[in-house]
């Protein structure tokens, strides 16, 4: 069965360094998504994606992040300086097009010392 | 915008019983209502959505309902078993491909 994969499965980085985090979604979904859960928290909508531009940005979203679709098959989430409220384990989703059902990958745990 | 609150924050069941989770939004826009497992260390995994012209829905062990007019829909699972223990989270979307607004999720244990 397809699954969306995403590395790595854990990153430390320092308080100001920039992070890119890499989602494969599944190959014939449309639309991509961004969340983040800080731990203990609810699931937070980040950013969405279709046809190479962001098609909708929550507030959690700003600057700091940006996404990109660099080839046919992964899409990243890159923060340019990292903060310490930034530490969560971020979810990469996708989604067919044509239907409303999320695909989730397993995460990747950010921590920022 | 939308918010969605869930109930209770954790639930202890015995094998074999019933466990039913709750939901309520405040936009009535929204229209499609997913429910996710999240094991320890994975990502949410969709186990069972509802559409707003359903009133129902149910796959083996699990259902959902949704009543529109309160604006609340429950998960329920029944003959439950210790693999269903996990945080189960409940969401809301306007519209295909749109955002899921999330609850703060249910952590169900249930014990042997």
């Known amino acids: 069965e397809p699954e969306v994969t995403q590395t790595p499965s854990h990153q430390v980085t320092q308080m100001g360094q920039e992070v890119i985090l890499r989602c494969v979604p599944i190959?014939?979904?449309?639309?991509f998504y961004w969340y983040r859960q800080i731990l203990g928290q609810k699931v937070e909508f980040l950013v969405s994606f279709y046809n190479n531009e962001i098609s909708e940005k929550s507030e959690i979203f700003d600057d700091q992040f940006s996404v990109e679709r660099p080839d046919g098959s992964n899409f990243t989430l890159k923060i340019r300086s990292t903060k310490l409220e930034d530490s969560a384990m971020y979810f990469c989703?996708?989604?067919?097009?044509?239907?409303?059902?999320?695909?989730f990958g397993p995460g990747t745990r950010l921590t920022v010392t | 915008g939308e918010n969605v609150e869930q109930h209770p924050s954790t639930l202890s069941v015995q094998e074999g019983d019933s466990a039913v989770i709750k939901c309520t939004y405040s936009?009535?826009?929204?229209?499609?209502f997913p429910w996710y497992k999240q094991e320890l260390g994975k990502g949410p995994q969709l186990i069972i959505d509802?559409?707003?012209?359903?009133g129902e829905k149910k796959d083996q062990r699990i259902a959902v309902t949704l009543n529109k007019t309160a604006k609340h829909f429950s998960l329920h699972i029944t003959e439950t078993q210790p693999e269903d223990s996990a945080v189960y989270f409940c969401?809301?979307?306007?519209?295909?491909?749109?955002?899921?607004?999330f609850g703060k999720g249910t952590k169900l244990s249930v014990k042997p």
């Open positions: 509802i559409r707003s012209n359903v």
């Open positions: 936009d009535s826009a929204s229209n499609y």
């Open positions: 969401a809301a979307s306007e519209r295909s491909q749109g955002n899921l607004i």
């Open positions: 190959s014939n979904h449309l639309y």
């Open positions: 989703a996708s989604n067919y097009g044509i239907s409303y059902e999320q695909y």
